[in-house]
C-alpha cells in the first residue's frame, strides 16, 4: 500500500513539476512543506538536490538533533549569520556573543585586551596571579624578569626602592656600545671599566668616601684607612711600622706630631718593616 | 426444426399455427410446452422497442436497479453513481472529480493543486525553484519548512524583523563545505574568513603568532601605549619607552634626548643595583651613590682606568685627580697658603703650603678649633 502512495505522490510530484517547468509561480500561497514524523520519525527527511554528482542535501538529522547542509551556504550581500537574534557572523565581524574560539592564526590585530595568563612562544609568560612577567622565564622572581643563558634579570622594586640585577649568584655588567663598563660581581665587588677595552675616566660631580660613616664635608675624598697612589702606600702611624712588608718609598704619617719631631716616616730600603728615616722636622 | 434463434422459432411458430389452421391436422408443436421449445437467447433485439425489461440481465449485466439508474442519450450517458474497480483508457472529466482518496498507479496533470496540507514520504523533484510567494493576504513572514511530529518543531522558515531564514536548529554542513557571504568565504571547519575582521572574542587558542597594530592591554596589568610607543608593565602610561612599576615604584629603561639610553626610577625614590638579589650598588632618591651595601662585607672597587673627583678636567697624567682635600686614615690633607685660623683639626692633619718660600707646610700637632699647627718641611 505505501508503495502506492508513494507512486502516488511521484505522480502529483512529477506533475508539479510539469507544472511548474519554465514558469513563474510552481506553488501558490504555500505557508509551509512540513516532513511529518512517521514510522520512520523525521531523522534524514528534507530537501534533495540530485542528478548532478553527488545528491546536495538539506535533511534533519539527530544525534544531535540538525540540518544538515551538504553544500556551502551562501548568504547575500551584507547578510549575516544569527542564533536567537544575535548576530553571531557576517562578512567582517564576529558577534560580540561569539567569545570563544581555538584560533590558532589571528590577522594584524588593531589592538588587544587580555584578561589572564600571557604565554607567548613558551618564552614571554605574564602570570595573572602573580601579575610578573618573565621573559625567558616562566616564574620569574620581581615585576620583569629576562632569562637569558639560565641567568635571570630582575626589574622591579623591594623595601620601597627600585632595582635591577641578578637574581642569583651572577655578575652584571652594565654596558655601553655593547660593551661591559661597570661589573658587579655577585659578591658585590665592582669594577669600573673593562680591562679588555682601554681605560676609562671616572669623574664624580661630589665627593667620595671609602669606608667611612660620616663623610667629612671638607674632603672630596675621604678614605678611612691607608692610601695608595703611585704605587706608594700612604697611612698615619705614631712611629714607623715595626713590621709587615713595605715598599721603598711608603710614607708613614705621624699621627702624634710634636714640634721637634718629624712630620712622618719615609721607607728608605725594602722590606719587613725595611728601613725608615724620618722627614719633614717640626719647628716652632 | 432448426431452433437456432428466435427467428427460426417463430418462424417455426407460425408455420404450425397455419398448418394447425389449415389442415385441422395434429399440430407440429405442442402448445402447452411450446414456450419450453422457444430456444433460449434466440430474441432479436430488434424485434424489441420501447417499454421496460424488467429483471434484465445478461452474461455482462445484471440490472438489480428499482428505479431509473442509466440514461443514455446521444453524446452522453447519464449515471448516477459509479462503483468500478477500474477505468480502463483515458478519464476526461470535464468539471470536479471528489473523491476520498486518488490512487494514481500513473502521472497527475493538473493545471492547479490546492492543498491544505501536503502529506508525503515522498521525494520530491524538481527542475526549479520551490518558491514561496507574497499574496494578498499573506507575506513570506513564517513561511518555509516544518518538521513536525517529534518534540518541537524543526523550522527551516523566513522571519522578518530583521529579515532573516531562521531555522531551530543547529545547522551542520558537510565536510569541507562553509559558509560564505556575498562570494566571500566567511567560516569553514578550520578557518574564518579573511574579511572577518572584528570580533568581541575573549578566547582563542594557541597562536601560532601575533601580530598587532595599536594598544595592547594585558590583565590590565602590561599597557602598550601604540600613540606614545611606550610598553609599561605595571604601569598604564610610563615615562619612558620601557617602565615596570612595583610596589608604587617606577623603574625606567629608556633614552634621553636620543644620545643616552637610561635606566632608573622616575620618581624620587632610590635605585638599586642587585646582584645575587642584594643590592650593591644604591643611588639615592638625590643622586649620592653607594658603592656595596652597610649590611653585607665591604666590598672592592676596581677602577680600570682614571677617577676624577670635583674636577673639570682631570689631569691626563694621575690616575686620581681630586678637586679638593682628601682625608685618609682619619687624618686631612688639604691645601692652603697659611694654617687653618678655623674648624676642628686633629694631630696629623696637614696643610699643604700653596705658596712655598720657606717651608712645605703646617702640620696639626695638638687637636682643638682650629688647633696647634706647627710648620714643617724646610726649604733649603
Not at chain 1, 553571531?88 to 594584524?108: A, D, F, I, M, P
Not at chain 1, 708613614?252 to 719615609?266: F, I, L, T
Not at chain 2, 427460426?8 to 408443436?29: C, F, M, N, R, W
Not at chain 2, 608604587?248 to 635605585?271: D, H, L, N, W
Request: proline content about 3%; glycine content about 12%.
Amino acid at each position: 500500500m505505501s508503495d502506492k502512495i508513494n507512486l502516488a505522490l511521484d505522480a502529483i510530484t512529477k506533475a508539479l513539476k510539469d507544472l511548474t517547468e519554465g514558469r513563474e509561480g510552481s506553488i501558490s500561497n504555500p505557508t509551509f512543506v512540513e516532513f511529518k514524523s512517521n514510522d520512520t520519525g523525521l531523522y534524514g527527511k528534507g530537501f534533495i538536490w540530485s542528478g548532478q554528482g553527488n545528491a546536495k542535501q538539506i535533511v534533519f538529522n539527530g544525534n544531535p538533533d540538525r540540518f544538515f547542509i551538504s553544500e556551502n551556504i551562501e548568504l547575500g550581500k551584507d547578510k549575516s549569520v544569527l542564533i536567537d537574534n544575535a548576530p553571531v557572523l557576517s562578512v567582517n565581524e564576529l558577534g560580540n556573543s561569539v567569545t570563544k574560539s581555538n584560533l590558532r592564526q589571528l590577522g594584524r590585530l588593531k589592538g588587544l585586551l587580555v584578561d589572564g595568563d600571557v604565554v607567548i612562544d613558551q618564552y614571554v609568560f605574564y602570570k595573572s596571579t602573580s601579575s610578573r612577567v618573565g621573559i625567558g622565564i616562566e616564574m620569574p622572581n620581581s615585576a620583569l624578569s629576562v632569562a637569558e643563558e639560565g641567568l635571570e634579570i630582575v626589574i622591579g622594586a623591594e623595601n620601597s626602592k627600585g632595582k635591577i640585577g641578578t637574581f642569583a649568584s651572577n655578575d652584571l655588567n652594565i654596558v655601553t656600545d655593547n660593551t661591559a663598563r661597570i661589573t658587579i660581581e655577585s659578591n658585590g665587588n665592582i669594577k669600573l671599566g673593562n680591562k679588555a677595552e682601554g681605560p676609562i675616566q671616572v669623574s664624580v660631580h661630589g665627593k667620595i668616601s671609602v669606608g667611612v660613616q660620616t663623610m667629612d664635608s671638607r674632603a672630596d675624598l675621604h678614605v678611612k684607612g691607608p692610601i695608595k697612589f703611585n704605587d706608594k702606600l700612604h697611612q698615619y702611624r705614631a712611629s714607623p711600622p715595626e713590621f709587615g712588608s713595605h715598599e721603598r718609598g711608603d710614607i708613614v704619617w705621624n699621627a702624634a706630631p710634636e714640634k721637634g719631631k718629624s712630620v712622618g716616616w719615609v721607607c728608605v730600603r725594602s722590606g719587613e718593616p725595611g728601613e725608615w728615616l724620618s722627614f719633614g722636622d717640626i719647628k716652632g | 426444426m432448426s431452433k437456432n434463434n428466435i427467428d427460426q422459432a417463430l418462424t417455426y411458430l407460425a408455420s404450425s399455427i397455419q398448418s394447425l389452421v389449415e389442415t385441422a391436422d395434429k399440430p407440429g408443436i405442442n402448445l402447452a410446452t411450446f414456450h419450453k421449445d422457444l430456444p433460449k437467447r434466440s430474441l432479436s433485439g430488434d424485434h424489441i422497442s420501447g417499454g421496460k425489461i424488467l429483471g434484465f440481465a445478461s452474461a455482462g449485466i445484471n440490472d438489480k436497479a428499482t428505479a431509473e439508474q442509466i440514461i443514455v442519450e446521444d453524446n452522453n450517458v447519464y449515471i448516477s453513481k459509479i462503483r468500478t474497480g477500474q477505468v480502463l483508457g483515458d478519464l476526461s472529466v470535464e468539471k470536479s472529480v471528489i473523491a476520498e482518496n486518488i490512487n494514481v498507479l500513473g502521472t497527475l496533470k493538473a493545471q492547479t493543486i490546492e492543498v491544505n496540507e501536503l502529506k508525503a514520504d515522498l521525494r520530491l523533484e524538481r527542475s526549479s525553484s520551490l518558491e514561496f510567494k507574497k499574496t494578498d493576504q499573506e507575506g513570506i513572514f513564517g513561511k518555509g519548512i516544518l518538521w513536525v511530529g517529534e518534540g518541537n518543531a524543526k523550522q527551516f522558515v523566513y522571519n522578518g524583523n530583521p529579515d532573516r531564514l531562521f531555522s531551530s536548529e543547529s545547522i551542520y554542513l558537510g565536510k569541507d563545505k562553509h559558509i560564505g557571504i556575498d562570494n566571500i568565504p566567511v567560516l569553514s571547519s578550520t578557518a574564518l574568513g579573511n574579511t572577518v575582521v572584528k570580533s568581541n572574542l575573549r578566547e582563542v587558542g594557541r597562536l601560532k603568532g601575533l601580530l598587532v597594530d595599536g594598544d595592547v592591554v594585558l590583565d590590565q596589568y602590561v599597557f602598550y601605549n601604540s600613540t606614545a610607543s611606550r610598553l609599561g608593565v605595571g604601569i598604564e602610561l610610563p615615562n619612558a619607552g620601557f617602565s615596570v612599576a612595583e610596589d608604587g615604584i617606577e623603574v625606567m629603561v629608556g633614552s634621553r634626548e636620543q644620545t643616552r639610553g637610561i635606566i632608573g626610577t622616575y620618581a624620587s625614590k632610590q635605585f638599586d643595583i642587585v646582584t645575587d638579589n642584594i643590592s650593591r650598588i644604591s643611588i639615592g632618591a638625590g643622586g649620592d651613590i653607594l658603592l656595596g651595601n652597610t649590611t653585607e662585607q665591604p666590598i672592592q672597587v676596581s677602577v680600570h682606568g682614571k677617577v676624577a673627583i670635583r674636577v673639570k678636567n682631570p689631569d691626563p697624567e694621575v690616575d686620581l685627580h681630586v678637586g679638593g682635600a682628601v682625608r685618609f686614615h682619619g687624618h686631612i690633607h688639604q691645601y692652603a697658603d697659611a694654617s687653618p685660623t678655623s674648624g676642628n683639626f686633629k694631630p696629623g692633619d696637614v696643610v699643604w703650603n700653596t705658596n712655598p718660600q720657606t717651608h712645605a707646610g703646617w702640620i696639626c700637632v695638638r687637636a682643638g678649633n682650629p688647633g696647634e699647627w706647627k710648620k714643617f718641611g724646610k726649604l733649603e
